[in-house]
């Protein structure tokens, strides 16, 4: 890396081969994109957009539990969860051992304390109580 070294004044100047310079600045650009700190994903206001049944208050989840069209809010259930798996770093599963209906049980629960809230807001509060008690890995060498 070092081609020559030269004294002036006293000052050691190292040369570098031209390949070296840019060899450093790849290593320096690497570290500062490695170490960067995550960002949340919402607007300058604190704000994200919801989509489909996650819109829905508490209060319809609770009225849907037990009804015909409770598979819509199940779908959305795990494609939320299945995404916050993929999203978040040191996350295999957020549920950890917890099956659905226990989930769901949850989300009952929660919702009927706070019938005003969405859904969303429900389930990020779930990811919020259970973040410590997640699957951090599968236990498996193989992904997903």
Known sequence: MVSQTSSDDG????????GSKMKVLVIIFSMMVLTSTTAVAVDS?????VWGIGKKSCFGFTQEVNGDDFDK??????????????FTEKTFSITGKMNEKEVIDWLSEYCAENPMFGLE???????FD?????????GTSVGR
Do not use: C, P
């Not at 000052?11 to 031209?18: A, D, G, P, S």
């Not at 199940?74 to 916050?84: A, D, E, N, P, V």
């Open 11 to 18: 000052q050691t100047k190292i040369l570098m081969k031209r």
């Open 45 to 49: 206001s604190g704000n994200y957009a």
């Open 73 to 86: 809010f199940k779908h959305y259930i795990k494609g939320f969860l299945t995404s916050y798996n993929i």
């Open 121 to 127: 807001t429900a389930l990020v509060n779930f990811t």
């Open 130 to 138: 259970h973040y410590d008690k997640r699957m951090k890995s599968s």
